[in-house]
């Protein structure tokens, strides 16, 4: 078949097939833009309004996939929010997990202080998602933590169709180590092979069906909007330099260490 035929046939194709209308990138659900910065009130003193915080968190909240076998879910997850630079109008969200467990069975521990940071920018009206760095058992001898450009994610459009490329990411979580990958291949590579993910449940980040994210906003390390949270009455100090006991503390197993030298690294 000659070029000519192939054009003929591959139009004859794109006629008799159309392709569906391009899904847009990125969102339009955020309503802030250059707004974001210097207006509104800004409780944690970092030229952001707080409300621009909380909904660019909230609609960039990732999904997750877990594996059947998993047995801690359990997690009350909070964020914080920093500008990197005013000129490309680029954020980055540090969301905080905090499940309560690693129920791994020879790794076990109370509290497990995985997370992730997306880095994200407005222009012409949308937001857009750049980079994200997972949390893999971070400073720990199988550390798999990286960085991932948005075109290694993946988008879930199915479950939400205000989504789309370079929205909200879906994410794999080890089976009850909870470290997080950017596709299933990833993670079973993980932790020196160690890790297993699969798409069996899917859930956000935040569990709850209504508010979510809603007064979760730590400030961050200088200026403290959350530390001690109290539940079950046990307290957790997210942003000190103590350990994450996952509101937990049993005795049969050790804590982990928390979140402040995380945030420290990346400038929270």
Not at 84 to 90: G, L
Not at 233 to 246: A, P, Y
Request: with cysteine; hydrophobic share 30%.
């Amino acid at each position: 078949m000659n070029r000519f035929t192939r054009i003929a046939v591959l139009s004859l194709g794109l006629f008799l097939f159309p392709q569906g209308p391009a899904r847009a990138e990125g969102l339009a659900t955020i309503p802030y833009g250059d707004n974001c910065w210097g207006t509104g009130t800004d409780a944690d003193k970092d030229g952001l309004n707080d409300d621009c915080e909380y909904q660019v968190a909230f609609w960039f909240m990732p999904l997750f996939w877990f594996d059947s076998g998993e047995s801690g879910h359990a997690r009350r997850p909070y964020y914080a929010v920093k500008s990197t630079s005013f000129s490309t109008r680029t954020l980055q969200v540090f969301y905080m997990d905090t499940f309560f467990e690693d129920s791994g069975v020879t790794t076990g521990h109370d509290g497990d202080p995985e997370f992730q940071i997306l880095e994200v920018h407005f222009s012409g009206g949308r937001w857009y998602l750049d980079w994200a760095y997972l949390s893999a058992h971070r400073k720990s001898s199988c550390d798999s933590s990286a960085w991932y450009s948005y075109g290694q994610l993946e988008y879930d459009t199915a479950i939400d169709s205000r989504n789309g490329s370079r929205g909200w990411p879906t994410l794999y979580v080890a089976e009850d180590k909870h470290a997080t990958y950017n596709n299933l291949s990833t993670c079973d590579s993980g932790c020196l092979s160690q890790d297993y993910c699969s798409r069996t449940t899917y859930q956000y980040l935040d569990t709850a069906t209504t508010n979510r994210l809603v007064s979760r906003n730590v400030g961050s390390t200088t200026v403290q909007l959350i530390n001690s949270v109290t539940l079950n009455s046990k307290t957790e100090r997210l942003l000190d330099d103590v350990e994450f006991k996952g509101w937990d503390d049993q005795w049969y197993r050790p804590n982990s260490q928390g979140y402040r030298r995380h945030l420290n690294d990346f400038g929270f």
